[in-house]
């Protein structure tokens, strides 16, 4: 399978506890996005990459967000001292950009994260 | 800043039926607009995009045609299918090709047989 792909699919968490999701882009993509999404939403922008470079971050944000790309593959997100407010659907997506191109994400799957 | 409005769901429909879902937005500078679908257990799927004002996307039957002058980007499908049952987004990406997409709440559409 070629498509993104993420890791863990589901997650049951404490509140308080750090979690890590990984994302697998495809393989050419230079850029790497990644949202949320609560129920009964559209995703919501975190932040992207273009290669290794984290280019934006949201102010949904918060410090306690902290995500990477250390090689320009594949990403990591990592929530310190969850929260229950955290719980939601965490997608990431990829595509290849250049200047003139207004094309494609292609997401995976999401990880789930439940704070109990 | 940039935002999308869809038209509350849930939609249901019988199979064969006339499917239109709205979506306007609000953007500065030349947006393109796409909508996106997410079948029962699958991933986020590009349906159809337009870049430009009177663009019209299409795919699989679906066809939403950008309008600047109402700053509107409906979804339309003349005879649905059971399998059209998904949860349809709207979204708009910046210009000078940004691919940061700002997503409508989504239309959970439900096709009866």
């Known amino acids: 399978d070629t498509g993104v792909s993420q890791d863990p699919r589901h997650k049951i968490t404490k509140r308080g506890q750090n979690v890590t999701f990984r994302c697998d882009p495809i393989?050419?993509?230079?850029?790497l996005y990644w949202y949320r999404q609560t129920l009964g939403q559209g995703p919501e922008f975190l932040t992207y990459?273009?290669?290794?470079?984290?280019?934006?971050k949201s102010r949904l944000l918060s410090d306690r967000f902290s995500a990477e790309r250390p090689k320009g593959s594949f990403s990591t997100l990592e929530i310190q001292r969850t929260e229950q407010g955290d719980s939601a659907m965490y997608l990431c997506?990829?595509?290849?950009?250049?200047?003139?191109?207004?094309?494609?994400?292609?997401f995976g799957e999401g990880s789930r994260l439940t704070v109990l | 800043g940039n935002s999308v409005t869809q038209m509350e769901g849930p939609v249901t429909l019988s199979e064969e039926a006339f499917l239109t879902i709205n979506c306007t937005y609000t953007a500065t500078g030349y947006p393109s607009l796409f909508w996106y679908v997410q079948y029962p257990g699958e991933g986020l799927q590009l349906l159809l995009k337009?870049?430009?004002?009177?663009d019209k996307g299409s795919n699989k039957g679906f066809e939403a045609t950008y309008r600047k002058e109402t700053t509107s980007f409906h979804l339309e499908k003349g005879s649905v299918q059971v399998s059209d049952s998904a949860v349809y987004f709207c979204?708009?990406?910046?210009?000078?090709?940004?691919?940061?997409?700002?997503f409508g709440q989504g239309t959970r559409l439900t096709i009866n047989p």
């Open positions: 990459f273009q290669n290794e470079a984290q280019l934006e």
């Open positions: 997506a990829s595509s290849l950009y250049w200047r003139e191109n207004t094309g494609e994400l292609f």
């Open positions: 393989s050419e993509h230079n850029r």
């Open positions: 979204a708009l990406s910046g210009f000078q090709g940004a691919q940061k997409l700002v």
């Open positions: 337009a870049t430009k004002a009177d």
